[in-house]
């Protein structure tokens, strides 16, 4: 069972450019998870979906990020205009559709803005 | 959620247990103790979890008090490839579509030495 894919793994970008970060979750996994990395800081949650729904979004920041997670295809988080200071590690992480909620993560994109 | 106190570095030999502590004093009924951990800049690996009975896998053990107010993550042979940051988290188990983002603190930096 291959685990939690994301791609691009690394992403240059310059300002006000946009940026797509995808993530295939496990497979028989519908949750979807994006957390966010600054340089020497913590992980930080961003948003949480199930297939075509966005349940929380509360760790969004209000402008140019958004998540999708289609009924088919992975999901994908959209970064517009970005700035130096979206340059960061971007992890996604999934769980199953049933029984235990347990996240497992990919490997990350690291996103630099030049 | 409950909040989570860990001490911000260890050292351990290789070969021998290393013993990751964790408070949660605050911690209530209905949230697990997870555990995680990242290698380097890898995307974080889950280890494992528990409630209130002691847990055991191939990678580790979780001793969790009977008061549930701390816990201790046991690798029982730590090697070179264990040297990672430990994140203890608690997480409430809630209703299928209910917000359940892991909230990462600094964790602790392991460093096993040869």
């Known amino acids: 069972n291959a685990g939690v894919m994301q791609n691009p793994r690394h992403l240059v970008r310059r300002r006000g450019q946009e940026a797509r970060l995808r993530c295939s979750p496990m497979k028989g996994h519908s949750h979807v998870y994006w957390y966010r990395q600054l340089p020497e800081e913590g992980l930080k949650f961003m948003v949480y979906?199930?297939?075509?729904?966005?349940?929380?979004e509360s760790g969004m920041p209000k402008e140019r990020f958004s998540a999708e997670f289609p009924k088919e295809g992975p999901s994908i988080l959209r970064i517009q205009q970005v700035v130096r200071g979206d340059s960061a590690a971007y992890f996604c992480?999934?769980?199953?559709?049933?029984?235990?909620?347990?996240?497992?993560f990919g490997p990350g994109t690291r996103l630099t803005v030049l | 959620d409950a909040k989570t106190t860990q001490p911000p570095s260890m050292d351990c030999a290789e070969g021998r247990a290393a013993n990751l502590p964790c408070n949660h004093s605050?911690?209530?009924?209905?949230?697990?103790v997870y555990w995680y951990r990242q290698i380097h800049s890898q995307g974080p690996q889950y280890i494992i979890h528990g409630l209130k009975n002691n847990e055991t896998n191939e990678m580790a053990s979780l001793i969790i008090t009977e008061d549930r107010k701390s816990s201790t993550l046991i690798l029982p042979h730590a090697t070179l490839r264990d040297t990672a940051v430990y994140y203890c988290?608690?997480?409430?188990?809630?209703?299928?579509?209910?917000?359940?983002?892991?909230?990462f603190g600094s964790g602790t930096q392991l460093t096993v030495l040869p």
């Open positions: 605050t911690i209530s009924g209905n949230e697990y």
């Open positions: 992480a999934s769980s199953p559709t049933q029984g235990t909620d347990t996240q497992y």
């Open positions: 988290i608690v997480r409430p188990r809630g209703p299928s579509g209910s917000a359940r983002q892991l909230t």
């Open positions: 979906l199930q297939k075509e729904n966005i349940i929380d």
